[in-house]
């Protein structure tokens, strides 16, 4: 079955830095994927979608990189701040209409 | 515009009850998708309404059903509640894309909290 991974432990960084987040899935080759930033309580909010024909799209500091071969995807956020501080999720179509989600990735920004 | 309403916001129930979850879509959207997320974990998609059917399920038991109105605002109901059912419970609604891979942006509600005690 399909599945999502992402960096199960929080990501801990000083504010001005790039923070990474990394999603890698397995057995499936969908046509997009998306981030989504969730606060905690909430629900979640689209940040980027990226296409498999797409290497990289960019909204202002952000960043996503697509690699269909090493099946990865990476989310930067550049010149961090703490308001970036919030659970990222990763989320793929699977066929048909469903969409399935990683377990997102803490991000915490120190000031 | 205001965007994905859920109501309630919180919930306490007993087990062997029955809970209804109501959502209403941003305007315009048609599509109504709803997902169960325990905590620590991402959302798990249990199903999605468009023009009035569900036309997709994830791995739900049939304890969980749902239903679309006319006017695009979706209710999910739980039946025989477990303590495993305590979760947080998103409606995402969206518009109708051309065709699968077009990638449509949902929009979340802020969810309901499930407590099964």
């Known amino acids: 079955s399909q599945k999502i991974e992402q960096n199960s432990e929080a990501l801990n960084i000083q504010e001005g830095k790039t923070a990474t987040l990394t999603c890698n899935y397995t057995?499936?080759?969908?046509?997009?994927l998306q981030w989504y930033r969730q606060d905690p309580g909430r629900g979640p909010v689209f940040l980027l979608l990226?296409?498999?024909?797409?290497k990289e799209k960019r909204k202002e500091r952000l960043k996503v990189t697509f690699d269909t071969t090493l099946k990865q995807s990476l989310f930067h956020i550049t010149a961090s701040q703490p308001a970036d501080s919030a659970t990222y999720l990763c989320?793929?179509?699977?066929?048909?209409?469903?969409?399935?989600f990683g377990a997102g990735t803490r991000l915490f920004v120190k000031a | 515009d205001a965007g994905v309403t859920q109501s309630p916001t919180h919930l306490i129930k007993t087990r062997g009850q029955q809970v209804t979850l109501r959502c209403s879509p941003k305007?315009?959207?048609?599509?109504v998708s709803w997902y169960q997320q325990a905590l620590g974990q991402g959302p798990q998609f249990i199903f999605q309404?468009?023009?009035?059917?569900?036309?997709q399920r994830g791995n739900f038991p049939d304890r969980f059903s749902g239903h679309q109105f006319p006017n695009y605002s979706s209710e999910l109901n739980v039946n025989a509640l477990l303590l495993g059912d305590s979760a947080l419970y998103l409606c995402?609604?969206?518009?109708?894309?051309?065709?699968?891979?077009?990638?449509?942006?949902?929009?979340f509600g802020q969810g309901t909290r499930l407590t099964v005690v």
């Open positions: 995402a609604s969206s518009l109708e894309s051309v065709g699968y891979g077009s990638g449509t942006e949902a929009f």
């Open positions: 057995n499936y080759s969908p046509a997009y």
């Open positions: 990226i296409r498999e024909n797409e």
């Open positions: 989320a793929l179509p699977t066929g048909g209409f469903k969409t399935i």
């Open positions: 305007s315009g959207h048609d599509t």
């Open positions: 309404y468009y023009e009035e059917e569900e036309r």
